[in-house]
């Protein structure tokens, strides 16, 4: 089973709009691992993007630093379930999501919906590098 996930560290989040409770976050450049199996486990391969993730029914919590700016960790919470520094994809879901980021020098934001997140990607990418299968083995 295919597996893609974006890479949250060094994530370069460019705008960040709020428009009455739509929020869309821009990340201007962002990698996303790629994998016919398992990501991380199975042979995979490293792309560079760009995507818009929207937030519908949201907020935000805390102060951004000025933009663009680039994440150093995140967590993002789906169905109760939070996932460390990555974003599986694709990502298109009804209900409510969380995503906190921290960026250098110490800024951490949250931004909650209560109604649906989704991610889109900037077409296929661009290819990296080929990452070996490291566990599992």
Do not use: C
């Not at 962002?30 to 486990?41: A, D, W």
């Not at 949250?110 to 889109?120: D, G, L, N, P, Y």
């Amino acid at each position: 089973m295919p597996g893609r996930y974006i890479q949250l560290p060094n994530a370069e989040i460019s705008t960040v709009e709020d428009s009455f409770g739509r929020i869309k976050v821009r990340i201007g450049d962002l990698r996303v691992v790629k994998s016919e199996g398992i990501p991380g486990v199975n042979e995979s391969t490293l792309w560079r993007n760009a995507a818009t993730v929207e937030f519908e029914e949201a907020e935000i919590d805390g102060d951004l630093p000025a933009l663009p700016a680039r994440v150093t960790t995140g967590d993002i919470t789906l169905n109760g379930i939070t996932y460390r520094d990555m974003i599986a994809l694709p990502l298109d879901q009804n209900g409510f999501a969380e995503l906190e980021l921290s960026f250098a020098g110490g800024a951490k934001v949250t931004i909650s919906a209560s109604e649906r997140i989704r991610i889109e990607l900037d077409g296929p990418g661009n290819y990296i590098e080929h990452i070996a299968a490291t566990k599992g083995r």
